[in-house]
T-cell receptor
Framework: SQELEQSPQSLIVQEGKNLTINCTSS?????LYWYKQKYGEGLIFLMM?????EEKSHEKITAKLDEKKQQSSLHITASQPSHAGIYLC????????????FGTGTKLQVIP | DGGITQSPKYLFRKEGQNVTLSCEQN?????MYWYRQDPGQGLRLIYY???????QKGDIAEGYSVSREKKESFPLTVTSAQKNPTAFYLC????????????FGPGTRLTVT
């Protein structure tokens, strides 16, 4: 079973709409990371969250880590076709920053 | 330009053959990683290495082997023992202790028939 569950698995939104992707862990995490992957390519690191309640923004993408450090949400405001791709959360389970466990991924399509 | 290269982009092999996927980086990173990506399962770690001549198994190492003879190179061999080798393989590298900020290659899509 996956240790990091993402929801929804896929999402189709109209350009200009807001959307939210969730990442849930059954265990408390040392760190939670978000990545974006264009279809058939490698991942690009977006941001890292470490403290409970922490919120970070990158352009029109905002991510938050809950107080218990077991769930994170990624919110995109006024989506654009350039936001399309697969969003993956990742987590540090051991605290040593040596490796990342990835979530199941959310496929986002933005319709012009 | 610094980055990670993986070759080839697409690879086709017959069942029972071993195949080696190339991964080269010129970012001067000590840590390198190999992942497998299947639809609906995100990325799963196969092997990782933090220093030359040393590497550790990830979550799904069975049927795979790696070597790290040079800092810049971390080739992955998919052996005939791997039961379901058809997948998208991604290589990444990072600074030691900064695994969250990995730099990824473009990936190799392996199809075994």
């Amino acid at each position: 079973s996956q240790e990091l569950e993402q929801s929804p698995q896929s999402l189709i939104v109209q350009e200009g709409k807001n959307l939210t992707i969730n990442c849930t862990s059954s265990k408390t995490l040392y760190g939670l990371y978000w990545y974006k992957q264009k279809y058939g390519e490698g991942l690009i690191f977006l941001m890292m969250l470490q403290k409970g309640g922490e919120e970070k923004s990158h352009e029109k993408i905002t991510a938050k880590l809950d107080e218990k450090k077991q769930q994170s949400s990624l919110h995109i405001t006024a989506s654009q076709p350039s936001h399309a791709g697969i969003y993956l959360c990742g987590a540090d389970k051991t605290g040593g920053y040596q490796k990342v466990t990835f979530g199941t991924g959310t496929k986002l399509q933005v319709i012009p | 330009d610094g980055g990670i290269t993986q070759s080839p982009k697409y690879l086709f092999r017959k069942e029972g053959q071993n195949v080696t996927l190339s991964c080269e980086q010129n970012l001067n990173h000590d840590a390198m990683y190999w992942y497998r990506q299947d639809p609906g399962q995100g990325l799963r770690l196969i092997y990782y290495s933090q220093i030359v001549n040393d590497f550790q198994k990830g979550d799904i190492a069975e049927g795979y082997s790696v070597s790290r003879e040079k800092k810049e190179s971390f080739p992955l061999t998919v052996t005939s023992a791997q039961k379901n080798p058809t997948a998208f393989y991604l290589c990444a590298s990072s600074i030691i202790g900064s695994a969250y900020e990995q730099y990824f290659g473009p990936g190799t899509r392996l199809t075994v028939t």
